[in-house]
């Protein structure tokens, strides 16, 4: 990736064969050095063009797509902000935007990630057969990557979201002989981030086991828990028991221990957020990102395990209307088709009602009806990401397989409260 600061060459600029598709970040450019413009969204390309699914391993980003009779192409691949939205990008990046790869970290799928604004500490987790967790501490300059076991400890927490002092996780791993720990179940569970304690909130429906309880939203005014649940923690090999219940999305209430479910349509529900006017829910199906087959979505394909890629499969994030005084959720409707990246994973809604969205190389911001505005890419996929206070909210921290990266942008997050 180019220093955002540095920017790309000017020697490199002026041999590559211009052409109106793409205009590259100079001062006088597009927005910022390291920077591509798209213009008018790349909506024609010059034939020949070719985006293979897949490269092999996983699969091929936009920069990938063989363009050969437009040589400045190639640069999309190493730009760090390839912009769709020139007007509203350059609002979301402000004067100094910047995307730096901070730690290295293991391949496995990483999650979870929470900002704790009175510790000024990140948490997030491993999507492995591990109790440990990690915190990023943000105290320390440069900023320090270190391990911790809860107490007692989580297996493999999914989702977080921070809510009046907790940290309220939905866990995935489900195991019966826990090292160092009681019997788990998917489910929520809070952590006290000062003392690490946690709490077991809720661990089954009606005596079944949820399959993996994936991301997690706390609705702040009526403190509904709003949780997905898809089969992943069965085809990551982080459950010992297969799938007993239908993929679904439901709505949790701290105060009765009443779960109602929201949503029964989706194959891999994953992300959800909500909007800051309390007006929209999001959820992501990423039924692309799971097993090949058989396809069904009642069919959970117990006994076999394993996560394959399947470029037709469901990769969109849908938008509902929140009604029934913030209880149940009506109007879905597609607003987003992930083909950019992998599958929409981590889900979140900005400040001003943009959503941005973790999924292959990077991070995506659409606004609120789906128009692409401006990816930010990362070399390794990037799974999740949460907002920190720096800046009033203008930092974003993204977890990966592979890295943990840290955006700097104008772009602010909803506070955690
Ligand atoms: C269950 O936990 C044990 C001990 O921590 C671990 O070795 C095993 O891999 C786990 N099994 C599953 C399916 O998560
Ligand atoms: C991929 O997904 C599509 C659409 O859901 C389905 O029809 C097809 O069978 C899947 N392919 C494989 C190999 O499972
Ligand atoms: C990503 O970039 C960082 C910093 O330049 C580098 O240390 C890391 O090895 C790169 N990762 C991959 C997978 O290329």
Known sequence: MPDPRGGIPKMVIASLQRTILLRIGTSSECVIPGAICLDNH???????????????SFFNALGDTEVPSDKSWSLVADADFVIFDEKRGREILGEYPSVEYVFEVGPYLHESPVFVPGLNKIFFSELSPTTEQFVVDLNATPPTLSRFTADPPIYVPNG???????????????????????EQRPGLVTLDPYTLKTTTILDNYF??????CDDIIVDPVTGYVWFTVPYYSWWLEVS???????????????????TVVVNDEMRSPNGIALSPDRRHLYISD??????????????????????LYNTTGKRTIY???LVDDGRA??????IHYDAIGTVPDGLKVARNGYIVTATG?????????????????????????IWTDVDDYREVWIVGQGGVARVKWNLQGQRAQ
């Open 319 to 321: 938008k509902f209307d």
């Open 361 to 385: 190389n990077g991070l995506s911001v659409l606004d609120q009806y789906g128009d692409m505005i401006l990816r930010v890419q990362t070399n390794f996929t990037a799974n999740n990401f």
């Open 160 to 182: 977080a979201f921070f809510h009046e002092g907790k940290v309220w996780y939905s866990t995935a791993g489900s195991n019966a002989s826990v090292a160092g720990g009681p």
């Open 42 to 56: 790349a909506a024609r390309l010059p034939y020949p063009f070719y985006r293979d699914p897949y490269n092999g």
């Open 240 to 258: 010992d028991i297969a799938p007993q219940l239908r993929s679904a999305t439901y709505r949790f209430d701290p105060k009765t221990g009443s």
């Open 207 to 212: 005596g079944y086991a949820f399959s993996d």
């Open 286 to 307: 990423t039924g692309a990102a799971g097993l090949s087959a058989p396809i069904s979505l009642d069919v959970p394909s117990p006994g076999i395990q394993g996560i």
């Open 329 to 334: 959720i009506v109007n879905k409707r597609p």
